[in-house]
């Protein structure tokens, strides 16, 4: 009950204080479904340890329900059979979103994002994006705006969620968007990431190119 109550992070943390032996205990109380968050979350050391001692089915079962941005934190480990695998299973988009995050460096912006985002065109009316936020259901954790784009994906600015529930339903997304928003370059130093959210007190920015 205590390690399932317990963060990913926080399983993490108490299994690298505790001795190999102990480890594994604690690992079986592991609900398969947060296993890959788990995963991440160990040192590289720690991590590799399990990777080698879990069979391919039980690699793909871990990591099935995993963020995009934690996945290529961990596909990197994987044996080259259950990442090829892993990548074939996925959806087009989820693959070059993979692509994408794969591409930059770990301790920079664009390997640190989080691809859930939600995107609309800047041509519909505020009644038209409320309807489709309706059909989704829900939205990823921690969503304060939208990033409004055009049809091939570049960034033209944020949309707040406070501002679309006010304006007038007819109103296209274009006259109410924000066009500075809260840009960063996917070059951008982690450290230099964490500053700008910091000083600017910022909930949700787009990494861009």
């Given at each position: 009950?205590?390690?399932?109550?317990?963060?990913?992070?926080?399983?993490?943390?108490?299994?690298?204080?505790?001795?190999?032996?102990?480890?594994?205990?604690?690992?079986?109380?592991?609900e398969p479904e947060i296993e890959g968050d788990v995963l991440v979350e160990l040192?590289?050391?720690?991590?590799q340890g399990f990777i080698e001692g879990m069979d391919?089915?039980?690699?793909?079962?871990?990591?099935?329900?995993?963020?995009?941005?934690d996945l290529a934190d961990l596909v990197g480990d994987l044996p080259e059979a259950v990442s090829m695998q892993l990548v074939k299973s996925m959806d087009h988009q989820d693959r070059e979103r993979l692509k994408t995050v794969l591409s930059f460096e770990h301790d920079t912006a664009g390997g640190l994002m989080n691809t859930d985002t939600v995107s609309v065109r800047a041509d519909v009316?505020?009644?038209?994006?409320?309807?489709?936020?309706?059909?989704?259901?829900?939205?990823?954790?921690?969503?304060?705006r939208?990033?409004?784009?055009?049809?091939?994906?570049?960034?033209?600015?944020?949309?707040?969620?406070?501002?679309?529930?006010?304006?007038?339903?007819?109103?296209?997304v274009g006259d109410i968007?924000?066009?500075?928003?809260?840009?960063?370059?996917?070059?951008?130093?982690?450290?230099?990431?964490?500053q700008l959210f910091q000083d600017r007190d910022l909930v949700s920015a787009a990494v861009v190119d």
């Open positions: 009950r205590m390690i399932a109550a317990m963060h990913p992070a926080e399983i993490a943390l108490l299994m690298e204080s505790l001795p190999p032996a102990q480890r594994e205990v604690v690992w079986n109380f592991v040192s590289e050391d720690v991590r391919a089915e039980e690699l793909l079962a871990a990591a099935e329900n995993m963020e995009l941005d009316t505020v009644e038209v994006v409320l309807r489709y936020l309706r059909m989704r259901g829900e939205l990823p954790d921690k969503t304060d939208l990033f409004v784009v055009d049809r091939n994906d570049q960034f033209h600015g944020t949309l707040a969620l406070t501002r679309l529930l006010i304006e007038d339903p007819e109103k296209s968007l924000d066009p500075l928003g809260s840009r960063i370059a996917p070059d951008t130093n982690a450290h230099d990431v964490a």
